[in-house]
């Protein structure tokens, strides 16, 4: 056996050296969800980009609003509330969500239609993330059923 594969078969059942399994196992460390704000916070948008866009491919904009976006203005909000701002990257994951919506398979008409629902983000620019994402989803929901 190579000695990588060693030290990772070690890492995994010997607890003093996990962190060899984490260090040099291929499988990624964070979760889907949680890849695409590291990917933010280390100034790369063009993998967080490609991140969103095989999830959005996958399955939905709407889908990837419940299941990633909204744990990535969790956890921007979360690294903000603690005093880690430069952590929270409200201008790139502005950027990200709304570069998706413009891309979105979702008819123009429907996105271009005036909006019925007004949701309003008050105390940050993730609170109005968080709304411009509501009101999106909600006007194609709206179109879908």
Do not use: W
């Not at 999830?55 to 903000?80: F, G, H, I």
């Not at 239609?113 to 994402?133: F, V, Y």
Request: charged share 25%.
């Amino acid at each position: 056996m190579p000695p990588t594969v060693c030290l990772v078969v070690i890492g995994r059942h010997f607890a003093p050296l996990r962190f060899l399994d984490v260090l040099l196992s291929n499988e990624p460390v964070f979760d889907d969800a949680t890849q695409p704000y590291h990917r933010l916070i280390a100034g790369n948008l063009g993998e967080a980009e490609y991140v969103a866009y095989q999830d959005v491919k996958e399955e939905s904009l709407l889908e990837l609003y419940s299941n990633t976006a909204l744990t990535m203005l969790a956890l921007a909000a979360s690294a903000r509330r603690n005093g880690r701002a430069a952590l929270a990257p409200d201008r790139r994951t502005a950027r990200l969500v709304r570069e998706l919506q413009a891309d979105d398979a979702v008819p123009a008409e429907t996105r271009d239609q005036p909006d019925s629902i007004l949701c309003l983000g008050l105390r940050t620019e993730l609170d109005a993330l968080s709304a411009e994402m509501l009101a999106y989803a909600l006007r194609c929901r709206a179109k879908i059923t």
